[in-house]
């Protein structure tokens, strides 16, 4: 701080620092942890769910390709008996309706199998959308290993939600504690030149505001927290019962 006090003859430098006595830095620094903790898994989980989405994605598009096989394998045997058809007709063994309901049937059959195309064009168009990259055929994707506990991902970042709660319920406690400042400056008086060393300290004295505000925030973050990682686990139990 650079100022000048009341005597206008006199100038006034000094610096000051926080000194927490509750453990209020080990408080943020567990609280700071926690949230990179608890955001290393939130990517890792939608890591996840964009490798299921794409494992699907691939299968549906595989699946649309031997639909589109199939299609195919039905227009050329129903335009392969249209002209069978068509040639006894002209040969006078067959009548013109038995030629034109075949051939009404190899339109169809041509119909759908251009579509059932279009629908694998479409279906690649949506994986080429969702990888960002050009893709000619679908292949099975395996899903990269994303963590090395055996619980699900969605109940691990319950847990890290958990905890990273109890931190900040923890550090609202320890906040409510006054910090001790410190302050070391010099101070000159112009009029008779001399330099003088001022050495401060103050402790605030929390009388109206004990933080009480975060307190009941972080309490009620805590609470949900501790209700979504209950029922995450319950719900995992079940799954592994049915299994």
């Known amino acids: 701080n650079l100022g000048s006090s009341p005597d206008p003859q006199t100038l006034a430098i000094s610096i000051s620092q926080s000194l927490p006595l509750h453990g209020q830095l080990t408080g943020r620094r567990a609280v700071a942890e926690q949230q990179q903790r608890l955001n290393q898994q939130a990517i890792r989980q939608r890591q996840a769910e964009v490798a299921a989405e794409v494992r699907l994605c691939f299968a549906q598009w595989q699946f649309a390709l031997e639909q589109a096989q199939l299609r195919q ?3 050329d045997i ?3 008996q249209a ?4 040639e006894k007709w002209r040969a006078g063994r067959a009548i013109v309706s038995d030629s034109e309901r075949m051939r009404a049937l190899a339109t169809e059959a041509t119909f759908v199998m251009q ?3 279009q629908q694998v064009t479409t279906q690649q168009r949506e ?3 969702l990888l960002g990259v050009p893709v000619a055929q679908p292949s099975a994707q395996p899903l990269p290993v994303l963590s090395d506990k055996p619980i699900p991902l969605n109940q691990h970042y319950s847990e890290l939600l ?3 709660a109890d931190a900040s319920y923890r550090l609202a406690n ?3 504690f006054p910090e001790l400042r410190l302050s070391v400056g010099m ?3 112009q009029s008779t030149g001399d330099n003088a060393l001022v050495l401060g300290a103050a402790l605030p004295l929390p009388l109206f505001d004990r933080n009480q505000v975060a307190r009941l925030e972080s309490q009620g973050q805590q609470q949900a927290a501790m209700r979504r990682a209950e029922l995450s686990m319950t719900r995992g139990n079940s799954r592994l019962e049915q299994l």
């Open 83 to 86: 002209q069978v058809v068509t």
């Open 78 to 80: 129903a335009v392969s």
């Open 174 to 176: 320890q906040e409510r």
């Open 187 to 189: 101070r000159r008086y």
């Open 73 to 75: 394998a039905d227009a």
């Open 115 to 117: 579509r059932q195309r």
């Open 162 to 164: 958990r905890d990273s």
């Open 127 to 129: 994986c080429q959308l």
